[in-house]
């Protein structure tokens, strides 16, 4: 197996591949397009305990995404000893109130119409872990205005990009169509997508599981 990965991937230097834990494939995405060899294992947590289990303040979303972030991670190394997990998590802020992934096309145009006019934070956050100790963690925040979006353009947005919307909790993919809901985004690209990229990478290259 370290014969073919180092083939295919000449910056990994680590002898198995990255575990990513999440069946996310914005995040799936992210790393294939950044050359990283990786293999998935869902974590098997539940996200709504976890997350009623964090308590209030102002900087509830973003500890809310880390805590997801690193228990997705920590449950799937106790799975996986030895290996590198990263686990991660995106949060969407409206305010104080947390926005979740829509269920259907009829959700995801009442989140779109809530989020309409508004600037929204998605907190981003990513934890590495191995034998169920964090060995990294970083949260990354981006602040994403929409402009006033008419019922009618809501319903043309959503029927050009279908039902691929639900798998982001503000119903939308930057790269794609959904740059069209915007008038200003503050915010770092890979943060936007779903995964801090560019701190996870300086931690491999500082670790020695990519070449410097």
């Known amino acids: 197996m ?9 910056l990994w230097q680590a002898q198995q591949p990255l575990v990513l834990a999440s069946g996310s494939a914005s995040r799936a995405k992210i790393l294939r397009e950044a050359r990283l060899p990786f293999e998935t ?14 308590a209030g303040g102002a900087d509830r979303p973003s500890r809310i995404a880390a805590t997801l972030a690193r228990e997705k991670a920590r449950e799937v190394s106790h799975r996986l000893p030895g290996r590198l997990v990263l686990g991660g998590d995106q949060l969407l802020a ?6 979740h992934k829509a269920s259907d096309l009829a959700a995801a145009h009442v989140t779109l119409r ?5 600037t929204h934070h998605l907190h981003c956050a990513a934890c590495f872990v191995v034998d169920g100790d964090v060995v990294f963690e970083t949260v990354s925040t981006a602040r ?3 402009h006033a979006l008419s019922d009618d353009f ?3 947005y959503l029927d050009t990009v279908g039902e691929d919307v639900l798998g982001s909790v503000g119903c939308y993919h930057i790269e ?13 690209h890979w943060t936007i997508r779903g ?3 560019l701190p996870l990478l300086a931690f491999l290259r500082e670790s020695g599981y990519l070449c410097r």
Do not use: K, N, Q
């Open 2 to 10: 370290a014969t073919d990965i180092h083939t295919m991937f000449s």
């Open 41 to 54: 294992l869902s974590p098997e947590v539940d996200e709504r305990v976890l997350e009623g289990a964090v």
């Open 114 to 118: 809530r989020l309409s006019g508004h």
């Open 144 to 146: 994403m205005t929409m």
């Open 94 to 99: 409206l305010g104080h109130d947390i926005i």
């Open 154 to 156: 809501i319903a043309r």
């Open 176 to 188: 794609g169509a959904g740059v069209h809901l915007f008038d200003r985004i503050a915010g770092d």
């Open 195 to 197: 995964l801090p990229l």
